[in-house]
């Protein structure tokens, strides 16, 4: 039996396809915590020390690793984003878990209108755009000024201390959009689908702005969460798999080459990446074995949704780390037994030779059973010994 790991040597093992003493585990574990814990979402959202503490009541879940819920930071860096200030996506924040209330969700406008106008005056013409959330204009200047510059670096220190306490590291320091995702967000889906195959030069053209855009908020956001320091703060999470039901031509010439030049910015500048790509993309392995050309080893790791993942081992194995993927629906109405059942299959698919590490498909719901997500933890340490 090889010599017990700490959880930061363990997943850098695995990052650097090579096996640890076992596999990791890593549910991606955002509301369900401060719903265990009884918190309310604003409390999440607005008052980090509370949301530290409730991770730590649950630690029991969280395995190798836990999640800072930068959503609640800066979900979308943009300019006085600050998680729960609902500027430009109408992204709403409500005070309870359902029944009586909601997790934060968003409400689709076109705010990007002219695409030449963004591309020549930046994005002035979103954050003012008429059709924004009036909420971000009843704010006051002091409010707008804490969320932007103090209150990520009352965040970052909360969270700074939960790693030195409980020696747990983080799942990520900073969160970026692929272009796409976000012009899914800025434009709606239908409008951006249309634009795509009307308008094509416009969406690369924009899509080379985001790049560096998203680059640039996303590395400042893990330097203030301690890149270099804070172990797992210099971990870039990048978001998305793209539209759904993208055809293989869409994929290779709207979505590749972003999300390519987007990894090589980050590693390049020291940063590590995580790829957290919705979605079934296995389609699309045999592009996605380039995604570390021309990169050094264990800079790279790519979290998985609803990819196959003994396909995405068998062509990516050698390439990039690989996580996932319980299914979120097992994790609500499954049983313990179901759940071991489905990591003991992935495991055996994914583990052998390193480079992997087990956890959820994208996040773990609100609403899991908290004995369905221990027994990820659990299958880890009862199956996962190499």
């Not at 924009?206 to 210099?234: C, F, N, T």
């Not at 296995?282 to 995604?291: A, C, N």
Request: proline content about 6%.
């Amino acid at each position: 039996m090889k010599e017990a790991m700490s959880r930061y040597e363990r997943l850098l093992t695995a990052w650097n396809l090579q096996e640890a003493d076992r596999v990791p585990v890593a549910p991606i574990n955002c509301y369900i915590i401060p719903y265990l814990d009884g918190l309310s979402i604003k409390e999440m959202f607005l008052e980090p020390e509370k949301l530290v503490r409730a991770t730590v009541n649950c630690l029991d879940i969280c395995g190798d690793e836990v999640d800072p819920n930068i959503t609640t930071l800066d979900h979308l860096s943009l300019l006085g984003k600050s998680g729960w200030d609902q500027a430009t996506l109408d992204w709403r924040i409500w005070d309870d878990f359902p029944p009586k209330g909601n997790i934060p969700s968003f409400y689709e406008k076109t705010l990007l209108e002219d695409y030449d106008d963004v591309l020549e005056r930046g994005f002035a013409t979103i954050l003012y755009n008429k059709k924004i959330c009036q909420d971000v204009f009843r704010r006051s200047m002091d409010d707008f000024v804490y969320y932007e510059f103090e209150y990520p670096r009352i965040y970052a220190k909360a969270w700074r201390k939960f790693v030195e306490d409980n020696d747990v590291p983080l799942l990520m320091g900073g969160r970026a959009c692929h272009p796409l995702d976000l012009l899914q967000y800025y434009r709606g889906i239908n409008q951006l689908t249309e634009d795509i195959f009307e308008r094509p030069e416009k969406i690369k053209a924009i899509s080379d702005v985001l790049v560096e855009y998203e680059a640039m908020r996303a590395m400042k956001q893990a330097m203030i969460m301690g890149a270099g320091e804070v172990p797992g703060a210099e971990i870039i999470f990048f978001v998305n798999g793209g539209p759904p039901g993208m055809s293989p031509r869409i994929f290779d010439e709207f979505f590749w080459p972003y999300a390519k030049k987007s990894i090589d910015l980050f590693v390049r500048r020291g940063f590590r990446v995580r790829c957290h790509w919705d979605n079934d993309l296995t389609p699309y392995l045999d592009t996605m074995k380039h995604i570390t050309d021309g990169l050094p080893r264990g800079r790279v790791l790519l979290d998985l949704e609803k990819t196959n993942m003994k396909k995405a081992k068998e062509i990516l194995g050698d390439r990039v780390c690989i996580l996932g993927n319980v299914p979120s629906s097992l994790l609500v109405y499954g049983t313990p037994e179901e759940v071991e059942k489905c990591c003991r299959k992935l495991i055996d698919d994914c583990a052998e030779g390193g480079g992997f590490v087990l956890s959820t498909e994208c996040e773990t719901p609100w609403d899991a059973k908290r004995e369905n997500v221990r027994a990820i933890i659990e299958s880890a340490e009862k199956y996962g010994q190499y």
